[in-house]
């Protein structure tokens, strides 16, 4: 009976009751979510501009392009050399 | 001893019964009511029932019958559930429910296995002369320590709630009453207890002081109220809400408003009227009062007694005048407002110690005599007093009296010992911690109870020795300026006392006792195998259930009143800031069934909010009740 949107449901409600925000008026709620939306997307936002290496690593190790599986991965030899 | 009577027999022989379905479950015990399954054994044994009374008896069996169906069935319909849980709000995690098989039906919680597994009812103690007292405390008391990411993500959700509070509090106006024409004076409140109560309890405001219209006994109802504006006023739509009551001090079940208690004080109104509004020493005294000290004083096993008419009174009186400002008082961390207003009344210097810890409370009390009262250049103290709770009610532990009478012995100090929670609801019959430990009552100099929690009336006491009464009567502030208890509150505490102890010939006083002890034990371990953290001692009547956040106390109140179960939430400043906590207070008028929808109520909702925050290992085994 498990479906995604009962799934991310419950995960939103975690995450309003443990960060207190079930208790705000809605104009607070939007606030405060609109403060962390924002930092989120600064945070992904600066980490692709500013460190791209890392999360080139970040992505292949995630979802891998060329194929190969995870298991093999356990002495891992980045695709791509970054330049310097 | 504990707090189980060694009765298992009786109580399996009639679960046994009930499994077979020929007798009924039992009727709440209210006051004064034997119990169905009694009833209807006696009425079996006895041969010489004529067969007219027959009729009326089945009756008034198909009535019960009746009425717990209904019962059932109103529980199981929830109102609304204002937080969707993924199985609706109707299943149950009981095995019996949803197989027919009759073995696994027999594996449910709550009922006696068939195999007659043997059950650890009887964990050893110091009163067998198995244990030391503290090796007992720690095997029985448990405080878990708060998951770590917890911690951080309670103190987060505050800091939210302050900033946010702070940002309201710049641009709008509240929408409180203000005085006018008072620029330039000094505020008259806290800056910051005005605004906690406005931007941070506001909020939850409508989970707490909410109005019932019946009398609090194993069930309530509310009255609905929503609020339209956050918490700044509230409305009634009208409705009321009949919930299971896990909320109200009814320990041995004797809040009710039918039963021989009730009927004794309405008696005693018609004949003594309903208030002197005069104290004890000038025309507020009775026969009656003097009758009823004398009953606690046997009831506690002391000389004699003294009684006021209120409980928080008693101790905020008492103390100015049984301690001066060259007394020293050592008493622990979470005492009640009470006693810590009565000491400051009375001038005393006070020393805290750790709660329920014996190391620090020694370390305490030799500080003390070593060094004397600093203010008269070291010279010994006039008395020292340890100050302690028999179960304090907001952690549901209980105190560690063997060694603290062995510590009071050792270096000569006096021992206040307050039962208000712990009087009726502890030991095999009911007298209070003191029995519970098996400790000799004239070992603890002063004891002081109310009778609000177990006795279901109104009213404080102290019990001791003559000469210590003697000199309350003369000298204690209550005695002489407050009013005294009216006739029909005295009536109701010296019935409920007199059922207690047995003296009305029949057996519902140790009924109750067991009862409450039984469902006790089920509960805790219930609520320990379920994963949620609970605090305190396993044989203490009230259970704490830790949820750390603010907003989840209120989901979790909101949650459980759509369900019918009303329970009691507590936070900051009441309990520190880290904890807050929903805490159940167990009576002996609930029944199994009522516990075990309770329990799995509490099951649905915890899974759902994330409650779940024990460490320790479950118990896989089911509990027999």
């Known amino acids: 009976m498990w479906n995604l949107k009962d799934s991310a449901a419950h995960l939103y409600r975690q995450y309003e009751l443990v960060t207190c925000i079930n208790m705000f008026e809605p104009w607070e709620k939007k606030l405060i979510n609109g403060i962390f939306l924002l930092m989120f997307v600064l945070l992904v936002f600066s980490s692709c501009v500013y460190l791209p290496s890392y999360m080139d690593t970040l992505i292949e190790i995630i979802r891998p392009a060329a194929g190969s599986s995870k298991v093999d991965d356990l002495t891992y030899v980045p695709q791509r050399i970054s330049s310097m | 001893m504990g707090n189980v009577d060694d009765d298992g027999a ?61 019962k059932q069935l109103k529980f199981s319909a929830p109102a609304y559930t204002e937080i969707r849980t993924r199985s609706g709000g109707l299943n149950f995690k009981g095995v019996s429910e949803s197989s027919y098989h009759p073995a696994k039906q027999a594996e449910a919680n709550g009922y006696v296995s068939q195999t007659g597994s043997s059950c650890d009812k009887f964990k050893p103690s110091r009163a067998d002369g198995v244990l030391s007292a503290e090796q007992e405390h720690y095997q029985k008391t448990s405080f878990e320590d708060v998951p770590l990411y917890t911690a951080c993500l309670t103190y987060l959700g505050f800091y939210l709630l ?4 702070y940002i309201n509090q710049l ?14 004076y000094v505020a008259l409140y806290d800056a910051f207890e005005s605004f906690y109560s406005r931007y941070v309890y506001r909020r939850v405001r409508d989970c707490w002081n909410r109005p019932i219209c019946s009398v609090p006994g194993d069930e309530l109802v ?7 504006d956050y918490g700044w006023s509230f409305r009634f739509t009208g409705t009321e809400t009949r919930c299971l009551n896990l909320g109200s001090y009814n320990y041995l079940g004797f809040a009710a408003a039918t039963g021989p208690c009730a009927d004794d004080s309405e008696n005693r109104a018609r004949q003594d009227g309903l208030a002197y509004c005069s ?4 025309l507020g005294n009775t026969q009656l009062h ?68 014996m190391r620090d409370l020694e370390r305490v009390l030799r500080n003390g005599i070593c060094y004397g009262n600093p203010k008269k250049g070291g010279k010994p103290w006039n008395k020292i007093m340890i100050l302690v709770e ?42 209070g911690v003191v029995e519970y430990f098996g400790a000799d009552p004239k070992d603890v100099d002063i004891l002081m109870g109310t009778f609000t929690k177990s006795f279901g009336s109104a009213g404080g006491y102290i019990a001791g020795s003559k000469k210590l009464i003697d000199f309350l009567r003369t000298n204690s502030h209550a005695h002489c300026y407050a009013g005294s208890i009216s006739p029909p509150i005295v009536q109701q505490i010296y019935t409920s006392m007199s059922i207690i102890m047995g003296e009305d010939n029949t057996d519902t006083g140790r009924q109750k006792v067991q009862q409450l002890a039984r469902n006790t034990r089920y509960f805790r371990r219930r609520l320990a195998q379920m994963g949620v953290i609970t605090y305190g001692h396993e044989d203490s009547p009230v259970v704490p259930m830790l949820v750390y956040l603010f907003s989840k106390i209120g989901a979790v109140i909101r949650t459980l009143t759509t369900r019918h179960i009303a329970v009691v939430g507590a936070g900051f400043p009441a309990t520190p800031i880290m904890e807050g906590r929903i805490r159940f207070c167990l009576s002996a008028a609930h029944t199994k069934e009522q516990l075990d929808y309770a329990l799995d109520v509490i099951d649905d909702v915890s899974e759902n909010l994330g409650l779940k925050y024990s460490r320790k290992p479950r118990d896989p085994h089911p509990i027999e009740y």
């Not at chain 2, 302050?162 to 509070?165: A, D, Q």
């Not at chain 2, 050592?330 to 000491?343: F, M, P, R, T, Y």
């Not at chain 2, 307050?418 to 009911?430: N, Q």
């Open chain 2, 162 to 165: 302050m900033i946010l509070g």
């Open chain 2, 279 to 282: 104290p004890r020493s000038e």
């Open chain 2, 290 to 357: 003097i009758d009823l000290e004398r009953l606690t004083a046997r009831y506690c096993g002391v000389e004699d007694a003294i009684v006021f008419g209120m409980g928080f009174a008693t101790n905020a009186l008492n103390l100015p005048s049984l301690l001066g400002p060259d007394c020293l008082v050592v008493s622990d961390e979470k005492n009640h407002a009470s006693i810590i207003l009565g000491l400051r009344l009375s001038g005393a210097t006070t020393r805290v110690f750790k709660h329920n810890s």
């Open chain 2, 10 to 70: 009786t109580f399996q022989q009639s679960y046994a019964k009930c499994s077979n379905g020929t007798t009924k479950a039992s009727t709440p015990i209210s006051n004064g009511h034997i119990p169905n399954q009694h009833l209807a054994e006696s009425c079996r044994d006895e041969q010489q029932q004529p067969q007219q009374q027959k009729v009326p008896q089945d009756e008034q069996e198909e009535e019960l019958q009746q009425l717990l169906l209904n």
């Open chain 2, 390 to 431: 028999g179960i304090f009610s907001m952690e549901g532990s209980i105190v560690r009296l063997p060694e603290i009478i062995a510590l009071k012995k050792k270096y000569k100090a006096y021992l206040y010992l307050d039962e208000a929670h712990s009087i009726g609801s502890m030991g095999p019959t009911g007298r």
């Open chain 2, 222 to 228: 509310l009255k609905d109220r929503v609020t339209d």
């Open chain 2, 171 to 184: 641009l709008f106006v509240p929408k409180v009453a203000t005085e006018k024409g008072r620029e330039g």
